[in-house]
C-alpha cells in the first residue's frame, strides 16, 4: 500500500529523518522529504514524454586527484575533482590547474575517475580554455579526453598536440557525458 501525503515534511516516526518507502508514496502539494531513503527507483512526473525511473545519484569530492605532466620538466598538481552523476548523466569538474610545461601533455595519475562514472568508449571535448604563456597570456582553446581506464588528460588542441615550453594555466571548468 502506498502512502500519500499532502503539503508535510515528512520524517521517520522519532522525528529525526532518514524514512524509508519500501511500498512507494504519492505526495500532492509542497511536500519535502528529509533525509529519505528509497529501496526501489524514483519516477518523476514528465510533461509530454514518457516518465522513466532515477535510480541513481551520487556526489563525489575526490581529494588527492594527482595530475601529472607528461614531458620534460615533469611536474604534478594535487587538486580535488568533483563528479556528479544523475541517472546516466555524470559531470566532472576540476579547479585550476597550473604547471610548467616543455613539450607534454597533462594527465590524471593518481585516483582515476571511478568506473561507476566512466564512458563505455573515449570521450574527447574541444573548447576547454587554456592560457599558455603566464601572466597576460590570453587562454586559447584545447582538448580533453577521458578514457575507459578513468584517465582524464588534456592537450593543447583538437589534435591531442602537446603543449609548448611556457608556464601553463588549465581554467577551472567541467564536461559533462552520458554512460551506457
Known amino acids: 500500500m502506498a502512502s500519500t501525503v499532502q503539503a508535510n515534511t ?11 518507502f519500501t511500498n512507494g508514496i504519492s505526495a500532492s502539494g509542497t511536500s519535502t522529504l528529509v533525509n529519505a531513503n528509497f529501496s526501489g527507483n524514483i519516477t518523476l512526473p514528465t510533461s509530454g514524454g514518457t516518465a522513466a ?3 541513481y545519484y551520487e556526489e563525489l569530492s575526490q581529494a588527492g ?6 614531458g620534460s620538466g615533469s611536474n604534478t ?22 604547471f610548467t610545461i616543455s ?10 575517475i571511478p568506473s561507476r562514472f566512466r564512458p563505455a568508449e573515449q570521450r574527447q571535448w574541444i573548447f576547454v580554455q587554456f592560457v599558455v604563456g603566464g601572466v597576460g ?12 581506464s578513468g584517465n582524464l588528460q588534456f592537450y593543447e588542441d ?13 581554467q577551472p571548468g567541467d564536461i559533462t557525458y552520458i554512460i551506457d
Open 53 to 55: 525511473n532515477l535510480n
Open 10 to 20: 515528512i520524517t521517520d516516526a522519532a522525528g529525526t529523518g532518514a524514512p524509508s
Open 158 to 170: 583538437g589534435q591531442a598536440n602537446a603543449f609548448p615550453n611556457a608556464a601553463l594555466a588549465i
Open 65 to 70: 586527484s594527482i595530475f601529472t605532466f607528461n
Open 77 to 98: 598538481v594535487s587538486v580535488t575533482l568533483r563528479i556528479y552523476r544523475t541517472g546516466k548523466v555524470v559531470t566532472i569538474k576540476w579547479p585550476t590547474l597550473n
Open 137 to 148: 597570456a590570453s587562454a586559447s582553446p584545447g582538448m580533453v579526453a577521458l578514457d575507459t
Open 103 to 112: 613539450n607534454g601533455n597533462v594527465q590524471l595519475t593518481t585516483n582515476l
